[in-house]
């Protein structure tokens, strides 16, 4: 099982808009509003067309525990996000899934997070031992779900910290895939407690087999 976490993190504030001011004489009310709408109609920000729902998004496939239905990520980035997690399961340390998306489409990101972490059925079922990092790209949203295993309150500040120190920083930067694949090492070392030196075996071999 998944449970809820506090309140997303987004790493960066919601694009800023200025006020519109108009000079001159006092237009008649049904012009100015015909205005008004033909100016939102132009530069309105139209919804995202990067938009899914849980559903939609794919599972990875065996040896695989990386998802990026946006083509964000480098293949070199989805190896070495693989190789992590892959260490991870092989350790017997848990299980982390990483999957970036365009947007929700309003759906809350942390009920989407978590739905997913659930439908996928990340982790042990004895252990509840999974963690799942969601990234919204057009949202500017990132979430960190974790299992009931891994949710002490010194891990749900770790989540946070992870988010805060090593994801949203590189956002900012413009470097989403780093953002990323910094918050995958940084979940396997301080939530999970791999030795990232240990690869995991090459090949498909114990990927993805609870998913």
Not at 56 to 81: F, H, M, N, S, Y
Not at 109 to 120: D, M, P
């Amino acid at each position: 099982m998944i449970i809820p976490q506090p309140p997303p993190l987004r790493p960066g504030p919601s694009w800023l808009r200025s006020p519109c001011r108009f000079r001159g004489r006092t237009w008649p009310a049904a012009l100015l509003a015909l205005l008004v709408l033909l100016l939102w109609s132009r530069f309105a920000e139209p919804a995202s067309p990067r938009t899914v729902t849980v559903e939609q998004i794919p599972k990875p496939p065996a040896g695989a525990w990386t998802v990026d239905v946006t083509g964000t990520l480098p293949a070199a980035v989805r190896a070495e996000i693989d190789r992590i997690a892959r260490a991870v399961r092989e350790q017997g340390r848990g299980e982390l899934a990483v999957v970036v998306i365009g947007s929700t489409g309003g759906t809350p990101h942390r009920s989407f997070a978590t739905l997913l972490a659930n439908v996928w059925g990340v982790g042990s079922a004895e252990r509840d031992d999974g963690v799942l990092i969601l990234a919204a790209l057009d949202d500017r949203a990132i979430e960190i779900v974790l299992g009931l295993g891994l949710d002490s309150p010194a891990e749900i500040q770790i989540s946070r910290e992870i988010v805060d120190r090593e994801m949203i920083p590189r956002f900012r930067a413009g470097d989403p895939a780093g953002g990323i694949r910094a918050g995958a090492e940084a979940v396997a070392r301080r939530l999970f407690k791999a030795d990232l030196r240990y690869g995991g075996s090459s090949g498909n071999a114990g990927g993805g087999g609870t998913w």
